[in-house]
């Protein structure tokens, strides 16, 4: 008894501490839904935008009448905050330098509010399970499940995993993937840091041809798709 209430205890501690040290990404969630039903032009009921206890955050809305319009306010955060993040780490790796302790720490708290909003980008399961009925309900929406199919099974397999022991791990490959981006060795990273120079390593903007790439790709696929099914 006196184990399992110790037990419960340190979990209850780890998550509270764990939703401190990622408290950007959760405002920046939901404050992406707010927007979103801002923009849709969907009534918005009640906002919390963090919690230390229950939901770490939410947004609740008058039910949507159309599946473009659910598609937006579900979505609103793994694209906002999968778009600040990157921002903000393409700023740190090749524009923004400094010297001493301050410029570090600003580096830092730049990674840390990039690396919360990754972990945290993932909409929820109840967001992904209502645009997922509504994409199958209909047969002229079906190609769209190429895009929310995917987004569909990874919530459903953070459900099973864990979502945090999820997003973590792709959020860390993230931030390592963007070195490898930059072509900057992990060593000479940590070399600046300790060294007091924030930007001593040879960094260029390399995000926005890739993502221009991307999104290139992603409209004619989305052409194609339109082709396919109105031909």
């Keep these: 008894m006196v184990r ?10 780890r998550s509270l501490a764990f939703r401190l040290a990622t408290a950007p990404g959760i405002i920046l969630h939901e404050l ?31 039910t949507p009448s159309r599946w473009s319009t659910t598609a937006v306010i579900a979505l609103a955060p793994l694209a906002g905050n999968v778009t600040i993040a990157a921002v903000l780490l393409e ?19 730049l990674w840390w509010v990039a690396a919360a909003a990754l972990i945290h980008s993932l909409p929820s399961s109840t967001d992904l399970g209502t645009m997922w009925a509504a994409t199958t309900a209909r047969w002229y929406r079906l190609p769209l499940a190429v895009v929310v199919g995917p987004l569909y099974a ?8 864990g979502t945090y022991r999820l997003t973590v791990p792709l ?3 993230a931030l390592g993937g963007l070195l490898v981006l930059h072509e900057i060795p992990p060593t000479a990273f940590l070399d600046c840091v300790l060294a007091g120079q924030w930007g001593c390593w040879d960094g260029s903007p390399q995000l926005g041809a890739v993502l221009s790439t991307v999104f290139l790709a992603l409209i004619d696929r989305l052409r194609a798709m339109l082709l396919l099914v109105f031909a």
């Design 4 to 13: 399992s209430g110790l037990g419960s205890l340190l979990r209850q501690r």
């Design 32 to 62: 992406a839904h707010r927007l979103a039903c801002l923009v849709v032009g969907v009534p918005v009921q009640s906002v919390a935008y963090f919690r230390l206890t229950g939901t770490p955050g939410y947004v609740k809305h008058a």
């Design 91 to 109: 700023y740190s790796l090749a524009t923004y330098t400094g010297t001493g302790i301050g410029a570090v720490a600003v580096g830092g708290v």
């Design 154 to 161: 990874l919530r459903r397999l953070a459900g099973v995993v």
């Design 171 to 173: 959020s860390l490959v």
